[in-house]
């Protein structure tokens, strides 16, 4: 069982939003602005897409934002892409021994 | 270009040993702290461990603590991870990655190497 609860999948058509939810507790995403997401093609290494809740990297497309309110974390991705079929992770800061905690993913399924 | 690659993955009896290593080019290694996580087939990311860029703080998975030891040489720029008591459940691929300023926030992935603990 993760730490972080994510919804097992989301879809959308093409040109769509949606968005994917990441909850935990105050001892992690709700007690820090230190929520990550990443995006995991079948077969490849992560991406990091958000970092400190509503950063993005360079290079990223601003049509992936972040935001958080109390416990949960959220993803939205707006003008759903093909490509953006995926799976993505959400992590977070923890006070707790582990140091970081990684949500169960969620499969992105792109209509 | 910036890159990790992992290496050492491989075949191991449980309670067998094995020593990951990761090398990084095209950055200030020293400059960065580093982590481990791993992803079981199927399955999803798991952090294994970090350590500071001079290796003063380290942290550990309650999973692997008091089993797996990570160290690192900046003169070499090379991440380890030193793998001991190997369980059937270590069974994944495993990532060395970049931290950024943020924790949790590994902005550099290598491409994973496999370890398979398995009699």
């Known amino acids: 069982q993760s730490a972080l609860t994510q919804p097992a999948s989301v879809s959308g058509s093409p040109g769509q939003s949606i968005t994917i939810s990441c909850t935990g507790t105050s001892s992690d995403v709700g007690g820090y602005n230190y929520v990550s997401w990443y995006q995991q093609h079948p077969g490849k290494a992560p991406k990091l897409m958000i970092y400190e809740v509503s950063n993005r990297p360079s290079g990223v497309s601003n049509r992936f934002s972040g935001s958080k309110s109390g416990n949960t974390a959220s993803l939205t991705i707006s003008g759903l892409q093909a490509e953006d079929e995926a799976d993505y992770y959400c992590s977070s800061y923890t006070s707790s021994s582990t140091n970081v905690v990684f949500g169960g993913g969620t499969k992105l399924t792109v209509l | 270009e910036v890159q990790l690659v992992e290496s050492g993955g491989g075949l191991v009896k449980p309670g067998g040993s094995l020593r990951l290593s990761c090398a990084a080019s095209?950055?200030?290694?020293?400059?960065?702290?580093m982590n481990w996580v791993r992803q079981a087939p199927g399955k999803g990311l798991e952090w294994v461990s970090s350590i500071s860029s001079s290796s003063s703080y380290i942290y550990y998975a309650d999973s692997v603590k008091g089993r797996f030891t990570i160290s690192r040489d900046n003169a070499k720029n090379s991440l380890y991870l030193q793998m001991n008591s190997l369980r059937a459940e270590d069974t994944a691929v495993y990532y060395c990655?970049?931290?950024?300023?943020?924790?949790?926030?590994?902005?550099?992935w290598g491409q994973g190497t496999m370890v398979t603990v398995s009699s």
């Open positions: 095209g950055f200030t290694f020293s400059s960065y702290s």
């Open positions: 990655a970049r931290l950024i300023a943020a924790p949790g926030a590994f902005d550099i």
